[in-house]
Nanobody, 121 residues
Framework: QVQLVESGGGLVQPGGSLRLSCAAS????????MGWYRQAPGKQRELVAT???????TYADSVKGRFTISRDNAKNTVYLQMNNLKPEDTAVYYC???????????????WGQGTQVTVSS
């Protein structure tokens, strides 16, 4: 099995910064794409940012220029640096990883348990 464990959430004032981390562990042969999603109360889960194994990134328009996704392939870990946070960024943030558990090309998506980010004065 594969586990994703997120950390780094918390309460921050508008304009502040937080850095989220998500480490994948377990029966991992290779981790392909990794990403961050978020879900605010009463809303659907939405994509925040993704990063391929080679480092190609995509961002939601709402976070471009403020958030930066990165990864450490040796540690199977993905990060989300969040700057200039706004109240509308308040949500539970989930990490996602596309994982191969053996040499075959088949992969499975795994999710973390989520970490709360609250932006409020």
């Amino acid at each position: 099995q594969v586990q994703l464990v997120e950390s780094g959430g918390g309460l921050v004032q508008p304009g502040g910064s937080l850095r989220l981390s998500c480490a994948a562990s377990g029966s991992i042969f290779r981790v392909d794409a990794m990403g961050w999603y978020r879900q605010a109360p009463g809303k659907q889960r939405e994509l925040v940012a993704t990063i391929t194994r080679s480092g190609r990134t995509t961002y939601a328009d709402s976070v471009k220029g403020r958030f930066t996704i990165s990864r450490d392939n040796a540690k199977n870990t993905v990060y989300l640096q969040m700057n200039n946070l706004k109240p509308e960024d308040t949500a539970v943030y989930y990490c996602n990883a596309d994982v191969a558990t053996d040499w075959r090309p088949m992969t499975t998506y795994y999710w973390g348990q989520g970490t709360q980010v609250t932006v409020s004065s």
